[in-house]
């Protein structure tokens, strides 16, 4: 079965850190995104992809790169790591674009940041 | 401004107490309505898509519809396997999460 998987899953870190969590599916989507849960907040746009070779701004971009080398692939990294990005991370991938809402999502990857 | 908001925060219903769930939205061009399910620890599972006001999806005890400003999410005579987040998501050019409605089913 088609899947889409995150590591790590749970990830501790100091303050300026480079950190890396990774994204891979294997739906064979095109469309790819990263997102962060943070409680009282609903899901957070970080970054997005449509295809290898493109990457996009979200909402709450500033802090995190992506690259998108590949189909299946999409990492994410946090330059500095700050408290603040102390969150629950999830990636996510679909057949259509941005504004169609049927996503998969990955189990997610919490990240704190001391 | 908040273009999602869902109400309550939580709800605790006992088994077989059927209740609603509302999901209310300000966008202006709404292309889609999304409701998901998200278990303690998992990433969210779609569950429905709405497009048009009076338009109605069930799936097994849940049963979404929409108006011009808000959704609802019934549950149907609820089971303990229900107690999830619901998220609700809209989509005009992009998506929009609301925070979630936590739901916790007793036997």
């Known amino acids: 079965d088609a899947e889409i998987t995150q590591s790590p899953r749970h990830k501790i870190t100091e303050t300026g850190r480079q950190v890396t969590l990774a994204c891979h599916q294997t739906?064979?989507?095109?469309?790819m995104f990263w997102y962060r849960q943070d409680l009282g907040h609903g899901l957070r746009l970080i970054h997005y992809s449509y295809g290898v070779q493109d990457t996009n701004k979200g909402e709450v971009s500033d802090g995190y790169s992506v690259s998108r080398s590949n189909t299946e692939d999409l990492p994410l990294t946090l330059e500095s790591a700050a408290s603040s990005q102390t969150s629950v991370y999830f990636c996510?991938?679909?057949?259509?674009?941005?504004?169609?809402?049927?996503?998969?999502f990955g189990e997610g990857s919490r990240l704190t940041v001391l | 401004e908040d273009q999602v908001t869902q109400s309550p925060e939580a709800l605790r219903l006992q088994e077989g107490e059927s209740s609603s769930l509302n999901c209310s939205y300000t966008v202006s061009g709404l292309r889609g309505l999304f409701w998901y399910r998200q278990d303690p620890g998992k990433g969210p599972e779609f569950l429905f898509t709405?497009?048009?006001a009076g338009e109605e999806k069930e799936k097994e005890r849940l049963k979404a519809t929409l108006t011009k400003k808000e959704s609802f999410l019934h549950i149907t005579a609820p089971k303990p396997e229900d107690s999830a987040t619901y998220l609700c998501a809209v989509s005009d050019y992009k998506l929009s999460f609301g925070a979630g409605t936590t739901v916790t089913v007793r036997a």
């Open positions: 709405l497009y048009s």
């Open positions: 996510a991938s679909s057949e259509e674009g941005l504004d169609t809402g049927e996503l998969f």
């Open positions: 739906w064979n989507h095109n469309n």
